[in-house]
């Protein structure tokens, strides 16, 4: 299944809805086309790196099959991100060419000084508007021709990790031979797993397409024929609007979109009425079993779970069904074999907590840092995302908690997880985090933030949430203090940023 394969059967058929932008597969392959030509025309040789910072717009989807065309490495960046931020990530993944959307909210304080941290030479690139110093790529596109190479060798996303525990690390993995043809790699896995093959498929794309997992589905929806609807940015009751206006099939979330979707009214969650949506995926965070029960009470059984991350050592699954019966778990391997392990590497007895792992799958690497590699790579070749957790006796996983996150107190290791799902049961609690912080007698101590429910008693819910916590946790467990807060802070996909918790309480 290939981008090229759908626009020479079925050129008019909608390959990418934008807002008002609708993009057939016939002009989507032109575009890729004319992109892969002028990143040639800038010297991008196999194996060389072009990097984005892009809004959700059709040309992310056009640049990653660009890349496919022309034996490039091609690198995300996330719009959330500083100058220096962004610099750095120019500099490490060496990129040759950088495109820069005009149209992204603050690039313009962005663009000159990021162009002007980076020391090796690049071709700026601007779309969708003037940068001082860039040139638009709209003149360059149109003069390029949209018909395929002779020669197009394989090439690949680089994608960076979220760094919410750390700076960011690319991704890298070797690139396929240069006579490969087929489905590509970014795609194929994801059309069997999530089943979005199909010129009957509408899916709705609602977080950045600098990320990961967002942007692998569109890539895959549109390798398997079908139409991807991107949302420019998340807003739940617009959400809502596409599942029913478009008849959405397929759908991505994370968990604190769940939570806006059961804030809205209570008439507009019940007037829903979208019967061809039939999978709405889910990923990137823990999601809380009362959280996760109120979807499928609203949705019905259609949600699916997947657990992995942008390195790719393996993936796990769980339909709604599975998940019913057995709540919080995150589900049994599909890619790679599962594997669960102490300190010393080897694997534990069922129900025993330790360091989720991986094997079966070719391994990663981050790129220039050999030495982050070896820290998620154990002895025999298994590799890990860092998660703690433990699988039951039939191979479904349980997550624990980051490995980054743990909490050590007195010697006891202390997973925030295990707090977090205590507090998200009291009534009155919309959302929880649990951090450690430093403590001269015990080393660490558990802090709890809390997000109350629009209304509750600040001195009521306290009180609830400390009885919930002396009544189901032991005592090195139980926080030390408790914060209550308006919002938590999150990555635009959903990821809690501990670290800035901890910055709150002057922790590091």
Known sequence: MDLRVHAARAPAHPAVV????????????????????????HGALRGDHVAMLLGNVPEALA?????????????????????????????????????????????????????AAVADPVHWLSLHGTIAGFQPIEPLLAAASPQAAAEEPPGALMMYTSGTTGAPKGVLRPLLPTDW??????????????????????????????????????LAVTAGGGSVHVMERFDAAAALELLEHEAITHSQWVPTMFQRLLALPAERRAALHAPQHRRAIHGAAPCPVPLKRAMIDWWGPILLEYYSGSEGVGLTLIDSHEWL????????????????????????????????????????AY?????????????????????????DADGWLYLSDRLDDMIISGGVNIYPQEIEAVIAEVPGV???????????????RPVAFVVPQRGESPTALQAAVRAACEARLGRFKQPQSLHLVDELPRSPTGKLLRRQLRQRLGQK
Not at 81 to 93: I, K, R
Not at 430 to 444: H, L, M, N, S, T
Request: neutral net charge; proline residues 6%; charged residues 20%.
């Open 18 to 41: 934008c807002g008002a932008r609708r993009l057939s597969y016939g002009e989507l392959e032109a575009l890729a086309n004319r992109m892969a030509a002028v990143w040639r025309a």
């Open 63 to 115: 640049a990653a099959w660009a890349a496919w065309r022309c034996g490039v490495y091609l690198t995300p960046m996330s719009t959330a991100l500083t100058a220096p931020e962004l610099a750095a990530m120019v500099a490490d993944s060496g990129a040759r060419i950088v495109l820069v959307d005009a149209g992204v909210a603050d690039v313009g304080t962005l663009a000159a000084p990021l162009a």
């Open 181 to 218: 043809r087929g489905t590509p790699p970014f795609a194929a896995d994801l059309i069997e797993l999530f089943g979005v093959g199909g010129s009957d498929v509408r899916y709705l794309s609602t977080a950045p397409l600098y990320h990961a997992a967002p942007l692998r589905v569109a």
């Open 325 to 364: 019966a057995h709540p919080g778990s995150v589900g049994r391997a599909r890619k790679g074999q599962l594997h669960v392990v102490d300190e010393a590497g080897r694997d534990v007895a069922p129900g025993v907590t330790g360091l989720v792992c991986f094997s079966g799958v070719a391994p990663f």
């Open 367 to 391: 790129h220039r840092a050999p030495e982050k590699t070896a820290a998620r790579t154990l002895p025999g070749g298994l590799q890990t995302f860092g998660d703690v957790g433990h699988a």
């Open 430 to 444: 919309w959302e929880c985090a649990v951090v450690g912080i430093a403590d001269e007698r015990f080393g660490e």
